[in-house]
């Protein structure tokens, strides 16, 4: 489902039969109750047929597959061979983990700081012009804080803007995506930038 070598999931697409995207295609990200082993996400993806089309991911394939824990088999033009990179990549993210950096974060306005988070943590994404408006439920406070940040900032673990704008309101329930998407396009949304 996931390649780590493009940072790409992929999903059936009722037009082209396959498609794969990155997460930054996501534009809802919803945990279905009841899963526990393992936890399954319903998401709602853009394919590039141009449709948007539902699909679903395991809690792994969303958080930690991207990181390299996937075992990607790739051919090593150095020895001929075949070969498994989670080992590799998965003892790469776990050096940086350790060295204080995070694959993805975001500001959280109610608590005024950057945190760190996982992809299962966001819920909501609208694109424009190589942005993302996210919505993201904070893990330490369960409120919904919605960042503008790059798409490299989201599709690429380790890749943190050092600018995000941010919307000045929190969400206290889940967001409806027309008021998400109302908030993107009005002045209330921050034009200053946080230094992070």
């Known amino acids: 489902m996931y390649d780590a070598l493009t940072s790409r999931y992929g999903f059936s697409c ?7 995207v990155t997460l930054s295609a996501f534009r809802s990200l919803e945990r ?4 526990a082993h393992p936890v399954v996400y319903r998401v709602t993806f853009v394919c590039s047929c141009g449709g948007e089309h539902p699909g679903l991911v395991t809690h792994d394939e969303l958080d930690w597959a991207p990181l390299g824990f996937g075992g990607e088999r790739f051919f ?7 070969e498994d990179s989670a080992d590799e990549f998965g003892d790469l993210a776990a050096r940086r983990i350790q060295a204080g950096e995070w694959p993805w974060s975001f500001f959280c306005l109610p608590e005024e700081r950057p945190r760190p988070v996982f992809p299962s943590s966001f819920v909501l994404l609208a ?7 996210l919505a993201v439920r904070c893990p330490a406070c369960a409120r919904t804080s919605v960042n503008l ?7 690429l673990p380790f890749h943190n803007d050092t600018e995000v704008g941010v919307v000045r309101h929190v969400f206290w329930e889940e967001p409806v995506v027309e008021e998400f998407r109302s908030f993107l396009g009005s002045s209330e949304f921050d034009a200053r930038r946080l230094r992070l």
């Open 76 to 82: 090593n033009l150095m020895t001929a061979r075949l």
């Open 32 to 35: 279905l109750e009841g899963t």
């Open 14 to 20: 009722p037009v082209r039969g396959e498609t794969s």
């Open 127 to 133: 694109t424009a012009d190589g942005t993302v408006g």
């Open 149 to 155: 940040v790059t798409t490299s900032h989201v599709d």
